[in-house]
Nanobody
Framework: EAQLVESGGGSVQAGTSLRLSCSAS????????YAWFRQVPGKDREGISC????????DYAEFVKGRFTASSDNAENAVYLYIASLKPEDTAVYYC????????????????????WGQGTQVTVSS
């Protein structure tokens, strides 16, 4: 069974950093690229980044402003999202998704075709 499992979330103080992990199993890792999203209850899902398994290149949403870094380890079948200088507004459930392509015609993360999702990991940032 194809599966993505996120981990690394938690309750942290503002200004600290976290590295979220997304471990893949049950399918060929290189067959997909991987997108990170986050969602606050009652708000729309927000795309953060998409990383290509082929070469590790990553795109980022404009709001990221250098605080988020996506990476991958094909040998470990995992992708990561490092978040620096966490802010209370970063509080959300963070999800990774396996996606056929990172790019969309519109350039919007809303239009990324999703293969399948992980279950999410909660990040709570207190001031």
């Amino acid at each position: 069974e194809a599966q993505l499992v996120e981990s690394g979330g938690g309750s942290v103080q503002a200004g600290t950093s976290l590295r979220l992990s997304c471990s893949a199993s049950g399918f060929t890792f290189d067959d997909y690229n991987y997108a990170w999203f986050r969602q606050v209850p009652g708000k729309d899902r927000e795309g953060i980044s998409c990383i290509r398994s082929r070469d590790g290149s990553a795109d980022y949403a404009e709001f990221v402003k250098g605080r988020f870094t996506a990476s991958s380890d094909n040998a470990e079948n995992a992708v990561y999202l490092y978040i620096a200088s966490l802010k209370p507004e970063d509080t959300a459930v963070y999800y990774c998704a396996a996606v056929p392509e990172c790019q969309t015609q519109s350039g919007s993360y809303d239009d990324i075709l999703i293969g399948f999702w992980g279950q999410g990991t909660q990040v709570t940032v207190s001031s």
